[in-house]
């Protein structure tokens, strides 16, 4: 389904070519998506990103398109890896307070995200290291290229895109509550089918309980 399609169903659906819908329909289907990457995860939009830690730093950048951790490792200058434990972010600064590190060349144990912008990691690393941050990312928008184009969602998740869409607009034009909740059913029955690609791995499952999420922002 391409971006073209897919608004033309949008206004199909809802029979609805106002000017200020229409003009609006980039940011109600962004919107959408944001709605199906907040429900769940899924493995094709998983990544690895490069990093370095300083010695005596506690935090570590995060990558611009982070969504969700799937782990965390730190490799020396021997080639000795060590995956970190993710922990919640208030247990971490209770029980590491001090921010010094440990020790010369002591490797970090636990991680946990901090704000939208770092990872806090203790013990504070004690030396340089080679980070490794494997995580669940945003995938661009299929508002963001051509008409004609197409995303992994618009191919693969065709009604969870498409009733998403409908519920946005739906909520935009203020419109019946009956076919408001036909169009949440609808959805809901789309996600529930999609969240078996992905294992059925909800973005709030349990193993991420406790720690700060970073939203999907449309």
């Not at 002591?106 to 912008?117: A, C, G, L, N, R």
Request: aromatic share 12%; net charge negative; charged share 20%.
């Amino acid at each position: 389904m391409t971006l073209t399609e897919l608004k033309t169903l949008i206004k199909d659906y809802l029979q609805n070519s106002e000017t200020t819908f229409v003009n609006d329909l980039d940011q109600i289907i962004k919107q959408a998506e944001a709605r199906i990457l907040n429900s769940v995860q899924l493995p094709v939009f998983r990544k690895n990103q490069s990093g370095t830690t300083s010695a005596d730093n506690q935090y570590l950048s995060i990558p611009s398109d982070f969504l969700a951790p799937y782990s965390l490792s730190v490799t020396d200058g021997d080639g000795n890896q060590q995956f970190l434990l993710n922990k919640d972010v208030n247990w971490i600064r209770e029980t590491y307070p001090s921010a010094t590190a440990t020790g010369s060349g002591s490797f970090p144990k636990y991680y946990s995200i901090f704000s939208d912008d770092f990872f806090i990691m203790s013990p504070t690393p004690g030396a340089a290291f080679t980070a490794e941050v494997h995580y669940f990312y945003k995938p661009a928008s299929i508002t963001s290229g051509a008409t004609g184009g197409t995303t992994w969602l618009s191919t693969n998740a065709e009604s969870s895109l498409l009733y998403g869409c409908l519920v946005e607009s739906y909520t935009f034009m203020k419109g019946e509550p009956d076919l408001m909740a036909l169009y949440r059913e609808r959805y809901d029955e789309s996600i529930a089918r999609l969240k078996v690609l992905g294992d059925g791995r909800d973005r709030k499952d349990a193993y991420r309980g406790g720690q700060l999420r970073m939203p999907v922002m449309s």
